[in-house]
């Protein structure tokens, strides 16, 4: 087993070992990773799995000519033949500066290990035991709640661990540990002659932050129960509420047209957008890397940055595109980061309930199926699942509808954003509500 010290000595000889070889400046990764997943379906174990993975990689500027380069093997006598062909290929390539490291003095820590939190001493303690224990009670309580028209029940546990080090020519060395379970279950129903599906899945750092046994046991259900009698009213413009446990999806569209990659192939619909409105003012969009436990929580970033938190939206202005050390020079802007850690959307003040208890007809809409969205053009275009509200109640449950717009109109409807935001995501967004979306149906 390889300690993060003993990581981090990989890669510190990689750095010094490829400067001399010839490279001129050096970045060098070394991780290793357990994941441990079990799964129960109908009274049987499915699927029992720990896998165990090492890998090293490194990137050298030789020249003025930049590659990057990854193995798994990470013997000594293989490290050294890795890495000379690395080097020597380098040659070879075309000119391209831009890829040097960025300035040392702006590389480190930008929170200490125990502000971050994200490893759970519990997990070193974890047995096979407790996993197998953990999985049946999830099963045992998912049936005794007897969803209607069950054909099969699958649950599921996890966990993991990750130990990361770097290492580079510009002085920077770090590692970084973090661990990850999950928990949840996955219901088949017969509905006549269809065979509805429903999930509830959840994720933390922290063994103790998962819910229940029986809370997630009981969400799986009534998302099941949902299910029955699902299908499509009239096509038409809705309200939209959109769940927190949803939200990533429609969020998540931001994320490849705000790249410095797509800004700079002019392949981005928020080209030259930097402080205009993208939404109302009611839309706020953090990246927050320090937030404890979080899932996308990081002291520094993939080029080894000082992590900051920073608004990338903020009253529905755009105020920060994602760019990296690399796009920082080809655009010839300031960096900011290469690449998002936690999105967090800040609560509002009132529960959605209470936003849509007076419209007439509101569209609930708690899982996405399929779709699309082009960062080009920003248009979208997403199957959906959820339930019809009418005057705050529910009435029915929906599917085999599709849900469409525009990345630069959608969060201009945004008018309200709930109380309860979702923690088990590295998108902490509470529910959404938007006003007069399109929706597809009968």
Known sequence: MNSPAELLEIAKYVERRARELGADEVAAGVSRSVQTTLVRRDGKIEQASEATSRGLVFSVLVDGKYSSHSTSDLRPAAIESFLKQGVDATRFLEEDRDHALADGKLCGRG??????????????????????????????????????????????????????????????????????????????????????????????????????????????VARAKERIGSGPVESGTYTLVLANRAASRLLGMLAAPLSGAALHQNRSCLQGKLGEKIGSDVFTLIDDPFAPRGLGSRAWDGDGLVAKAFPVVKDGVLENYYIGTYYSRKLNVAVTTGGRSNWVVPPGKVPWETVVKGTPRAIYVDGFLGGNSNPVTGDFSFGIRGLLYENGVPTRSLSEMNVSGNVLEVFHKLVACGTDVWPFSGVQSPTLVFDGIQFSGT
């Open 111 to 220: 929170a200490t290990e125990e502000a971050l939190d994200q490893y759970d001493p519990a997990y070193a303690k974890r047995t096979a035991d407790e996993r197998a224990r953990d999985v049946e009670a999830l099963e045992v309580e998912v049936r005794r709640l007897e969803p209607p028209g069950v054909l099969s029940v699958a649950t599921h546990v996890g966990d993991g661990v990750t130990d990361v080090a770097r290492a580079m020519s510009n002085g920077f060395a770090d590692t970084a540990r973090d661990a990850w379970f999950v928990a949840g279950a996955e219901i088949t129903l017969k509905d006549g002659e269809r065979r509805p599906e429903a999930s509830a899945f959840y994720a933390s750092r922290y063994l103790s932050d998962l819910p229940s046994t029986a809370a997630v046991a009981e969400d799986a």
